[in-house]
């Protein structure tokens, strides 16, 4: 097959997500097999608009696989949801030759590429990447294990002092409209209740646990922050119905996305970026490069 892609550009885009620089890796190092330039550009949609890129070198990526965040930066982009901002960021394309481009983020990436298709022939591969594993059609999205393991090792230090003092503990975790990550971790601490977005039933059934609590052992609660009930109303409740537990409210925030990669999103970050250039030099496009069932699929945008 005749190759036609001799530069291609990649970004990180949206939350970043430990594994993003592995892929980033793997990417160069696969382009590079084939004698294909590789440009990053910083800052997500921002610098494709701006042209603010940077080439990008195996060899010195090689030397962050382990690191967390992304060495392209990140950010969300008002000015390219409108048109003119879309189109500057063709004309940046254009002016550097472009051939095709790997895009690494969640929903919003992929629906930001979906309307730059309105105005730009350029093939687009998508790698799933983000710590809320709200994606369709793959296992686990980059970066869903690594928040994973950093939730249950916190998680695990305030049970023990739960555990000490007898107290009720509410513990919030992200994933925004996904409960993926509050059912992983609170299975695997052993937690009391699990409330997620996906059901309406595990806040009745909460109550119903804690109002007979004596205190005489800790109650962990793990909650999504995308439930419809947030930390601080489910610890008011709590205390409406039982107003003599100790209660405490811990939110563990971004310290979910930071961190080194698990070697299960070291993995799956290799295999993606491996996939994402070889699904380019296929004729492929438009499509979303996942992990299902330990195999690698295609997902239309």
């Known amino acids: 097959m005749e190759q036609s892609i001799k530069h291609i550009g990649v970004f990180t885009s949206g939350g970043d997500s430990p594994g993003m620089n592995t892929a980033l890796y793997a990417i160069a190092k696969t382009a590079e097999v084939g004698d294909i330039k590789v440009s990053g550009f910083r800052k997500g949609y921002e610098g494709l608009i701006d042209g603010d890129l940077v080439q990008l070198k195996s060899r010195e990526l090689q030397k962050i696989t382990q690191k967390g965040g992304t060495i392209l930066k990140t950010a969300r982009s008002k000015r390219f949801l409108e048109l003119e901002g879309r189109k500057k960021a063709l004309h940046t394309l254009k002016t550097n030759n472009i051939d095709a481009l790997i895009a690494i983020g969640g929903d919003g990436t992929f629906k930001g590429l979906l309307a730059f298709l309105e105005i730009c022939d350029i093939p687009f591969i998508g790698i799933p990447g983000t710590i809320d594993n709200d994606i369709f059609g793959s296992d686990y999205t980059l970066g869903f294990d690594s928040a994973v393991n950093t939730a249950i090792e916190n998680i695990d230090k305030i049970k023990d002092t739960a555990e000490s003092h ?18 992983y971790s609170g299975l695997m601490v052993g937690a009391d209740a699990i409330l997620i977005p996906e059901s309406s039933k595990d806040f009745i059934n909460l109550l119903d646990k804690v109002k007979n609590y004596d205190s005489e052992d800790a109650f962990l609660v793990v909650v999504s922050e995308g439930d419809e009930i947030e930390a ?38 290799i295999r993606l970026g491996v996939a994402a250039v070889k699904t380019l030099l296929q004729c492929k496009k438009n499509v979303m490069a996942r992990i299902l069932n330990n195999q690698l699929h295609l997902t239309p945008f």
């Open 232 to 269: 601080e109303l489910v610890s008011s409740k709590i205390k409406e119905i039982n107003p003599n537990v100790d209660l405490r409210v811990t939110r563990l925030g971004h310290i979910q996305r930071g961190g080194n990669p698990s070697a299960l999103d070291r993995m799956l970050g």
């Open 166 to 183: 007898n107290r009720v503990f509410v513990v919030e975790v992200m994933g925004r409209d996904s409960g993926y990550i509050a059912i």
